[in-house]
């Protein structure tokens, strides 16, 4: 079966500071990969999205960017963080065919 | 502009009682997911709807997609207080990319 990994699961970090929140899939090949942050209390906003290696679509225009190195790693990274950065950031993955995303666990972003 | 709008936004309710929330999208498609999310925890996907007049049954939670109307219900049964969460729709497109479309959520909270 697959499954998806994403870490950390909690990350405090300074304003200014780099960034890297890591995803992988596991049991399936060729995903589509996704990258959304949900602010408090409020719906999901699609950051990135990828159809393949080194194929990355960006929605927002922002400080964040996302890479994928290999077929089943999706990573989000930042030169410097700003307070406006702080979120539940998750990595989801579909099937191709229009098949429904399955989510991962999540990262709580603090930016102090 | 797409746009993915849910009704009520948030909901507090009485075990027992029986209550729909409703999801009007303002594109075209023929597909809809319903997610569920539990307080600082990540999304877990309930229905898939595939078709109009498509309707998904599971427990107490009963889905149903017109897309004639574009619009989605997911009705409650008979409410326990497990059911306490914050539940998205989100509606597939596939112009100019396939991308969902989501919801802002509606928190359901079910007093014991």
């Known amino acids: 079966s697959q499954t998806i990994h994403q870490w950390p699961a909690t990350l405090v970090q300074p304003v200014g500071s780099p960034l890297s929140l890591e995803c992988t899939v596991e049991g399936t090949s060729n995903p589509n990969l996704y990258w959304y942050r949900q602010a408090a209390g409020r719906g999901l906003q699609l950051l990135f999205y990828?159809?393949?290696?080194?194929?990355i679509s960006s929605e927002v225009p922002q400080n964040l960017s996302a890479s994928r190195p290999q077929d089943r790693q999706f990573i989000l990274s930042s030169k410097k963080l700003l307070l406006s950065d702080s979120g539940f950031y998750l990595c989801a993955w579909s099937g191709r065919n229009q098949r429904p995303q399955h989510f991962g666990d999540g990262t709580r972003l603090s930016i102090l | 502009e797409l746009k993915v709008e849910q009704n009520p936004l948030f909901l507090s309710m009485q075990e027992g009682k029986n209550y729909t929330i409703y999801c009007n999208y303002s594109?075209?498609?023929?597909?809809l997911y319903w997610y569920r999310q539990d307080p600082g925890k990540s999304l877990e996907s309930l229905f898939v709807?595939?078709?109009n007049g498509a309707v998904k049954q599971e427990g107490r939670l009963m889905a149903s997609l017109d897309t004639k109307a574009r619009l989605s219900t997911l009705h409650i049964t008979a409410a326990v207080h497990d059911l306490s969460a914050t539940y998205f729709c989100?509606?597939?497109?596939?112009?100019?990319?396939?991308?969902?479309?989501w919801g802002a959520g509606t928190k359901l909270i079910i007093k014991p």
């Open positions: 594109t075209t498609s023929d597909r």
């Open positions: 989100a509606v597939v497109v596939v112009s100019p990319h396939y991308q969902l479309i």
């Open positions: 990828s159809v393949g290696i080194g194929q």
């Open positions: 709807l595939l078709s």
